[in-house]
């Protein structure tokens, strides 16, 4: 059921700079750890570390831009008072591969723990259990106050350093090789700024595949032996 | 919106869902065996769910349903990213998402057994994950280890010296052993547990009994073992969260 | 060039418009609500600035084989406009269509929009083989932009934009990587069980190879099956 809030009912007092560094911290109790963002697979298929750039970047621009474009899309409706239930159909619809949809349900769960407890809101308990993660990234958005330029940086951000954290347990490799691929990969996040930044419909929200990361996601998901789960 | 799990309010759920125990120790000390010994002795006494840490996805699961001692889907395993400590202390987002599913699967349940991805000394579980928690050693890790102390050997609700029928083969004196870790642990309960020593499986269950009946009653309160060395407080104090 | 709409419909009653565009649709075979039907090119496709158009429907209770004769190309569009691509596929309850597409091969310099959409009624299956193939012999090929939408009831149950038009992009390994196939088995009204399928959150599955051949078994399995399940009134020979 849609719910009508006023101006008022969200708590925008905090510093909007500040609630993204806390939702980009690694160490944010959601359950990151447990995700690899595709590069555990495609490592186990033979992608090298020097390959990963062209990863990351290819993800960027396809994957990570559904994300993106769900996350602000769903901030629009919970600022709006509209039904998230659009939003969610337009993520599923983008998002062929059963895996990764689970992949981003465990996390939007966890989201949901966190979001409940820091910014408590109606809005929380018209959720489903299992809402994919840019749902609950948007409705945190709205809530704490980050535009939806923040919201789309912390999608491409989080991408970026979950793919060079993971990495680093895959492959021995200098942290500071994989801090640089994060840094580098800003031009690219502020693309993705630019294109989903002003999205409101959910009709919207960019398709764009990545046959690959869909296709090696699956086949993760029956491998015997892995460290993430995605 | 899911259930939100505190550490210390387990008043909140008392009668509402299952005792989740957690099983922690050094890796190879017998932390599978162990559990699947608590399901045969008890899966016709409690509904048991289980989850398992291992560093590869699934191979615990996979030993554990592979020793049927429960129904495959019961075991479910948990990925860290390679980070098993972080996974059942820094952020237990996964393993409670999993514990919730199992309970909302399996509805009701009244024993949740975690088993940590096995680290080292220091690795213990968090109360906002576990109402209780055993931690395994075992004789072959030398009879020292017990006198080493660290927060699971000194605070864990209960100590398992595990494999004790091995002691004569390395050398080492169980009773002693033992006494260490009474020592260690100020009195709080410890097991020499072998799988070939009646008693000593009897006094396992009879443990976990007394836990789940002291948690149905509201009587059990979640105990964190805590940070792994004592810390030194702004007024001055020493503590360390015994 | 717009050589009009080549248009397919088979009617609730039996009846078969057929329209001739850039394809002339030829019968192959018919019974009391089902039809086979050749799309055989009416000229040389596909070039810069070309706009094919083909509207496909099966209303309730009818079922549709559509077959091609031979693979696109794409030709070099030395720099003209895109050649677009545009297929509206529109299925009534319980309807079934089934259509292998040819390749479509995109030769260096060529330029293709082609955009797929499909309007499912409740019980209705769509079947569909596509291959792509970026470049003939010796080349890497030239742009493709490929998007799909299909929508059940009108529920959307896949939205893909598939990008092909920038080496760089289509090469990273999140992409295609170094291959220049892509075949795509998709069923969309219900689920295919198969290993590496992409199992939609709605009813249908996509089954896709990077490999030449790679859904070849997966076709014939899925085809076979739709064709000779039992229908309301008559059944499609296999061939």
Redesign the interface.
Known sequence: MPLRHTAASFNASGSPDLVLALLADA??????????A?VEP?MAQG?TSA?VP??????L???VAVEAGTAVVARHHVLAGADLRPVR??W???????PL?TASE?LG??Y??LA??LWPHPV??T?E?TPPRPLVLGAIAAIAGLDAARLVRLCGHEDVATVSA?VL?LDPLDPLVTTGWVLAAHPLVEELVTRCASLTDPGEI??????????LS??HS????????A | MPETTRPHDADHHRGTRALRLGIAGPVGTGKSSVIALLCRELRDTYRLGVITNDIYTDEDARFLRSEGVLAPERIRAVETGACPHTAIRDDVTANLLAVEDLEHDFDPLDVVLVESGGDNLTATFSPALVDAQIFVLDVAGGGDVARKGGPGIGRADLLVVNKTDLAPYVGVDVERMRADALAAREGRPVIALSRTDRASVDALTAWLGGVVAAFRSGAHSPVDPGPMAPHFHADGTVHSHA | MSAGTTRVALRRDGSLDLSVGAFSPKVLHRGPQTARVALVGTRALLLAGDHVDVHVEVEDGCALELVEVAATVAYNGRGGPAARWDVHLGLGAGALLVWEAQPLVVADGADVDRDLHADLDGGALLALRETIVLGRTGESGGRLRARTTAEMDGVPLLVEDLDLRETSLRSSPAVLGSSRQLETVAVLGRRVEHPDALQLEGPGTLVRSLVPGGTSACWAAVRADLLTAPRGTDTLPPT
Do not use: I, M, Y
């Open positions: 160490r944010l109790p959601v359950g990151g750890h447990t995700q690899s595709g495609a992608l390959e062209a990863f990351v970047a290819g993800r621009r396809t994957v159909l337009a599923a619809a983008r998002t062929p591969s059963g949809r465990n769960r966890g949901l723990r409940g407890r929380w308990a959720f259990r993971a347990k960019p398709a764009t595949s990545a046959p690959l990361v869909e296709q699956v086949q029956h491998a015997k032996q892995r460290l993430f789960h």
